[in-house]
């Protein structure tokens, strides 16, 4: 089994900058892959961005390309996810993700889950 908890989510008006964490711990392999997906009100989740385990792979969705960065810490075992320029589009809950076959594309699937952090942009 493999836990992930995230953090960082919050309140943010238009153009601002929030940075979200996730934090795996249990059964952890080098050969996972991290990454994001997210889900506003009535829609689909939807995949954000994701990133090989030791970090040198990233991939992103176009709608984030430019204004969003994955990026991991091995040693602590956490993930991040920098979003800058955000817009009232980005209002989402964003959800921490594991692919147990490190997959780092659209390809990418969510095997284990973090329970997920809200994020608000406001116009």
């Known amino acids: 089994q493999v836990q992930l908890v995230e953090s960082g989510g919050g309140l943010v008006q238009s153009g601002g900058s929030l940075r979200l964490s996730c934090t795996a711990s249990?059964?952890?392999?080098?050969?996972?892959?991290l990454g994001w997906f997210r889900q506003a009100p009535g829609k689909e989740r939807e995949f954000v961005a994701a990133c090989s385990w030791g970090g040198h792979s990233t991939y992103y969705t176009d709608s984030v390309k430019g204004r969003f960065t994955i990026s991991r810490d091995s040693a602590k075992n956490t993930v991040y996810l920098q979003m800058n320029n955000l817009i009232p589009g980005d209002t989402a809950v964003y959800f921490c993700a594991a692919d147990t076959s490190g997959r780092v594309s659209t390809a990418f699937k969510g095997d284990y889950w973090g329970q997920g952090t809200q994020v608000t942009v406001s116009s």
């Open positions: 249990g059964r952890t392999f080098t050969f996972y892959s």
